[in-house]
Nanobody, 120 residues
Framework: QVQVVESGGGLVQAGGSLRLSCAAS????????MGWYRQTPGNQREHLAT???????NYGDSAKGRFAISRDSAKNTVYLQMDSLKPEDTAVYYCKISVVRVGRPTSDYWGQGTQVTVSS
């Protein structure tokens, strides 16, 4: 079994910063792509950022210039540093991790989500 758990969400004032963390645990060979998404009620989940196992990053338009993704492979953890937050960043933030297990196809696992609320 593989568990993916996010943390670091909360309430912050506009202009502030938050750092989200997402850790994978369980039985697996390695981790591939790791990414962050967010979703607001009635809307589709939006891609924010992805980082490959080699450290190559890709950002969605909403994240460019204010958010930064990073990973600590030794800790099986991906981070999202969010700066200059705006009220429209209020959403539930999810991470997705590609898990490689011996003898099985690579599978994507989602975390349970963490709420980020930005007050004006």
């Amino acid at each position: 079994q593989v568990q993916v758990v996010e943390s670091g969400g909360g309430l912050v004032q506009a202009g502030g910063s938050l750092r989200l963390s997402c850790a994978a645990s369980g039985r697996f060979f390695s981790l591939g792509h790791m990414g962050w998404y967010r979703q607001t009620p009635g809307n589709q989940r939006e891609h924010l950022a992805t980082i490959t196992s080699g450290g190559v990053t890709n950002y969605g338009d909403s994240a460019k210039g204010r958010f930064a993704i990073s990973r600590d492979s030794a800790k099986n953890t991906v981070y999202l540093q969010m700066d200059s937050l705006k009220p429209e960043d209020t959403a539930v933030y999810y991470c997705k991790i590609s898990v490689v297990r011996v003898g099985r196809p690579t599978s994507d696992y989602w975390g349970q989500g963490t709420q980020v609320t930005v007050s004006s």
